[in-house]
Each structure stands twice: as structure tokens, then as C-alpha cells.
């Protein structure tokens, strides 16, 4: 398994032979250079989504048409693109499961927000997640943009994820304290990957909190490009 972080929420995980692009955020993304957009995406087989903010979702449509491969999200969400875009999707919804081939993915609630701009106003289709993707023997929670919530304890009792990708820079998620928080309170990871940092001044620029506070845990700070392979 290969997980390579795109920058801010974005990634791209290999996973028993599947290539998911996670809120594949290229237009605009700060820390993600031009020149390896191509590279991100090539061979992409999904799409998956974690809500409609610009930094992660800024280049769906386009990007799922021009690579023809379905965007994987909450329902209400992928059914107004579907019909509104011509977007091929899969839409379902918090507490089901789809198979994307021999990858298992499951979505779980997220406490955040989830809209984006229109002529007419903000338009807000849907609602936020996160997702526990199974595959290789793995199962990775990816939490989306969301802040603690205890739920995460029925979540580990239904799934024992080994890995977890947390959002963790805090001001509009949770920072690194609240984020090492919920790993120790509610999980039992092998691996932690922090997210949605470093990318604007606003957001926490280190790791350190999480790292000092999760002992025996493999904290893993992610570098754009590079992969992390388990």
C-alpha cells in the first residue's frame, strides 16, 4: 500500500489494486507543485470525497470527466452533480459500505461543514464525512474535516483501524492536541498521518504536539509527493 500526500486534505492511496484520489485538491493548491499535478492523478480509478469546501473539491467536476472515472461521496452530494454536471458517481451515505473492487469503504459522520460558491449564493448539497477504507489487511480511518467526536469509539469497536489519517491544523478542524486526543481516547492506530496543515499561515505548521502525545504510535509526518508505503 502506498499513501502520498497531495498537500493540505489530499492524497492518493494505492491500494489493493485500486488508485483513490482523496479531496484531490490541484488548482490553487499552494503546496503541490504544477509540475506534478499529471503525476497525482495518473491512474486514478476513484474519486473520493469528503465534502464541498474549495480546497478539496475545487477541481470536481472537471477532474472526474477528464480522467472518466466516478467521484465516490455522500449521496445528496453526487446526485447534484450527476445531474447537474454529467458526472458519473457513486453516492451513498453514512454507516453503508461500497466496494470498490477489493478495497471496502465505509462512511462515517464528520463534525464540520460542507458547501460551496454559486452564482446565487453558497449552495450546501449533502453533508460532511469521513471514510474507513479496508484493503491489504489494512483498514485506514480517514477523518475528513471534523473535530473529535465520541463516535470515533463505535467506529474502532466496528472497524479496529491500524492507521489513521487525521485532519489536525486546526481553526477550521481539529489541531494537533484534539487530534492526538481522539487517537488515544477512541483508537488503538499502529500509524497516524496528520493533515490539512502547514498550508496557510492560519493553520498549525508542526506535528510536534502530535508526535510528543501519541508514545508507541508511528506518527508519521507526510511530505507532498513523497510516498509513505505500509
Known sequence: ??????????????IAGEVLLIDPWLTGNPVLPEDSHEAAVAGATHILLTHAHFDHAADLPDLAKR?????????????????????????FNKGGT???????????????????????GPHVPGTECGYMIAGEGHVIYLSGDTDVTADMGIWN????????????????TMDMRRAAYAAKTFFNFKTVIPCHYKTFPILEQSADVLKNALSGVDVVEPKVMQAIEI
Not at 1 to 14: P, T, V
Not at 157 to 172: E, K, N, R, S
Open 157 to 172: 469497536d466496528l472497524h479496529t483501524p491500524d492507521i489513521g489519517i487525521l485532519c489536525a491544523g486546526g481553526h477550521f
Open 1 to 14: 500500500m502506498k499513501i502520498i500526500w497531495l498537500g493540505h486534505g489530499s492524497f492518493r492511496i494505492e
Open 67 to 91: 480522467l472518466d472515472i466516478p467521484v465516490v461521496g455522500q449521496y445528496d452530494l453526487m446526485s447534484w452533480w450527476e445531474e447537474s454536471q454529467d458526472v458519473a458517481t457513486v453516492g
Open 98 to 120: 461500497v466496494q470498490l473492487g477489493d478495497v471496502a469503504v465505509t462512511m462515517v459522520n464528520a463534525l464540520h461543514s460542507s458547501s460551496f460558491g454559486g452564482p446565487d
